[in-house]
């Protein structure tokens, strides 16, 4: 079992920068690959970024390719995603993902999610 807590949305302005955390217990978590995932009011959930156990392997999607940064540490069992040049259309409520395997951009493949955090952006 494992349990996820994200914490670092808030609310900013375009082009500004927020670091999202997402802490995970449980004794698996060093070994899970971890996905970050969003969704906006009235949308589907869809894949931001994703992470290996090792921190050896990353996937973006598509939108953020370039401004966000998926990163690990697993001596505190925590999964960052640095966002840089935040635009208002990544306004949405991100939420990580965990599962024992390897990565994937289909939120089907995650065994585990945390509660989300809140990410505004203002224009």
């Known amino acids: 079992q494992v349990q996820l807590v994200e914490s670092g949305g808030g609310l900013v302005q375009a082009g500004d920068s927020l670091r999202l955390s997402c802490v995970g217990s449980?004794?698996?978590?060093?070994?899970?690959?971890v996905g970050w995932f969003r969704q906006a009011p009235g949308k589907e959930r869809l894949f931001v970024a994703a992470i290996t156990w090792s921190g050896g392997k990353t996937s973006y999607g598509d939108s953020v390719k370039g401004r966000f940064t998926i990163s690990r540490d697993n001596a505190k069992n925590t999964v960052f995603l640095q966002m840089n040049r935040l635009k208002p259309e990544d306004t949405a409520v991100y939420f990580c993902?965990?599962?024992?395997?390897?990565?994937?951009?289909?939120?089907?493949?995650?065994?585990?999610w945390g509660q989300g955090t809140q990410v505004t952006v203002s224009s």
């Open positions: 993902a965990a599962v024992t395997g390897d990565i994937s951009p289909q939120q089907e493949w995650y065994d585990y």
């Open positions: 449980g004794r698996t978590f060093s070994a899970a690959a």
